[in-house]
């Protein structure tokens, strides 16, 4: 058997080799996209000096001495607002500008004095005290130069780098190409229709839900998810038909172990693909498989208990999707463990936990009752999954270990 980490090494080098092709695509339609090549910024941002306050703009020479015994008193020569060219307007000696946040600076302005730091009488401003130098102006590229990276090649989009985006001018961007997936679900007991009721030995087809509401989310064109429950010529079909559809991934739940029914090795060899591994020091999930079919096209087998495959999806195809968009790998933070759980040495183990962080940026780590890979209650209240390595023998309180949150791309900010 191989080592979890192990087991994603072969998966990034094994995606690494399907090349994505990339596509144009509005702003507006961006968030969760992943971009395809290095954006540089169009212009600077600031474009323009500009005013960041409501105030009034002057020249510091004017109120050199100025002081609330004896405020010094200018003439407003004219009102500049936010939208209007400043043209040849000029601070000129013993007078000032108002001026209105974001509206262009006059020329020789040398500071904004804030409307309310001033008294106005008719035609003329109190001041008593003077500035400092740069006092509330925005000056040109203060933001962003024109020419310095945005985005990089793997960056995800989030509605943080919409904002920046949309501030350039930025209207299109080039993101990768969605990867096509197909979820295959295996299993006679299985029902899909959540509306029937159960017959003897019948379960509800919980991974197949699953499966439509992550995949998609995590950025993939879902071509199905499909219930062949165990049928050996329609798993054939279903690959013919996925390799003539030029998916690029295929995942499948169940018939992945040793049993009577277990068909799918089997069948993928029938059908030319290239067993990569089968079997890895894990819980849940011991009898995981991955595969290349002839096309290139990347094979998961997972197996059924609804834990296994969750974990499965969450940490070998999201993997190879990272891979394939260009994404860097994931990286866990580290919790202390505030219960114990027993535990043997031999298999690295992925454990349903809730993660509490605290305000001195610390993380602890709850390990939740209902372990077991067809226990799915905990997904109500755990928000993280908890990595315990092979080696590691029982987790004792005050343990830090690995974690990492319940769903990669739950919160695009």
């Known amino acids: 058997m191989l080592s979890y980490h192990d087991a994603l090494q072969i998966i990034r080098d094994t995606a690494s080799s399907i090349i994505l092709e ?168 299985l029902v899909d229709d959540l509306s029937q009721p159960l017959q003897d030995g019948q379960i509800y087809n919980s991974n197949r839900i699953y499966a439509h509401a992550l995949l998609p989310a995590c950025g993939t064109i879902l071509h199905g998810c499909n219930t062949i429950h165990d049928n050996k010529d329609i798993f054939l079909e279903t690959l013919n038909t996925a390799d003539e559809k030029g998916i690029h991934l295929i995942i499948s739940s169940g018939a992945v172990s040793a049993g009577n029914y277990d068909f799918v090795r089997n069948g993928l060899e029938s059908f030319g693909a290239k067993i990569l591994y089968h079997k890895i020091k894990l819980k849940p999930g011991k009898p995981n498989l ?38 860097k790998s994931e990286r866990p933070i580290f919790a202390r463990v505030m219960n114990e759980f027993p535990k043997k040495p031999g298999l690295h183990m992925i454990l349903k936990g809730r993660l509490e962080y605290k305000d001195d940026g610390s993380v602890n780590a709850n390990v939740l009752d209902g372990q077991e890979s067809f226990m799915v209650s905990p997904f109500l209240s755990m928000n993280g999954w908890l990595h315990v390595p092979e080696n590691k023998e029982n987790i004792k309180t005050g343990d830090v270990i690995e974690a990492y949150p319940a769903h990669p791309y739950g919160h695009l900010v």
């Open 22 to 189: 990339a596509e144009t695509i509005p702003l507006e339609s961006a968030l969760g996209r992943v971009c395809a090549k290095l954006l540089l910024s169009p212009l600077d941002i600031q474009p323009f000096d500009n005013s960041a306050m409501d105030g009034f703009a002057i020249k510091l020479d004017d109120l050199a001495g100025a002081s609330p015994e004896r405020p010094v008193r200018l003439k407003i020569k004219g009102v500049i607002p936010a939208g209007h060219p400043v043209k040849d307007n000029i601070v000129e000696a013993g007078f000032c500008w108002r001026i209105m946040t974001g509206a262009p600076l006059p020329q020789g302005v040398d500071a904004i004095v804030p409307i309310e730091d001033v008294h106005q009488h008719s035609e003329t401003i109190l001041f008593s005290n003077a500035p400092k130098l740069g006092q509330h102006i925005r000056r040109t590229g203060e933001d962003f130069k024109k020419g310095t990276s945005v985005l990089s090649v793997g960056d995800r989009i989030t509605q943080a780098h919409m904002i920046a985006l949309a501030s350039l001018g930025i209207s299109k961007l080039p993101v990768f190409k969605k990867p096509g997936a197909l979820f295959i679900s295996t299993g006679t007991e």
């Open 290 to 327: 991955f595969a290349i079919l002839p096309s290139g096209c990347l094979y998961f087998g997972l197996p059924g208990n609804p834990v296994a495959t969750v974990a499965g999806l969450r940490f070998f195809v999201l993997e190879a999707l990272r891979t394939m968009l260009k994404e």
